[in-house]
């Protein structure tokens, strides 16, 4: 939370949209309101939820079985950074993975090297 605040207080150009792997829509808003209450959300019934979670492969572990033949990449949290037409760009594990370890040791310098991507 306080990496998205400090880079949107440096005027880095992105925007966090969180797709929920709850088990219901009022646990997602609970989750939203406590954690993220500034973030974009895919709303829970959206099909785009579950899309967005085999087209990139990030899903719960217990949340495998719903895409079979899918190869689960990483599981929650992920951070993937996608172009305009929903191509990846970077797929970061962050959930004890390269990922965190990277944003861990950049902080908010890490948009710097993401700023590539700006669109």
Known sequence: HALYEEAHDADY???VVFVSSD??????AAYMTHEHGDWLCVPYSDPARE???KAH?????AETRKFPGVKR????????LIDPNGN???????DYGPGLALIK????NVF???SKYTW
């Open 51 to 53: 899309g967005l979670k």
């Open 13 to 15: 150009p992105f925007e």
């Open 23 to 28: 088990n219901d829509a009022a646990s997602t």
């Open 112 to 114: 710097k090297d993401w």
């Open 73 to 80: 990449e990483s599981g929650i949290p992920t951070l993937v």
């Open 105 to 108: 040791s950049k902080g908010v």
């Open 57 to 61: 492969g990030a899903f719960a572990g």
């Open 88 to 94: 990846k760009l970077e797929h970061l594990d962050c």
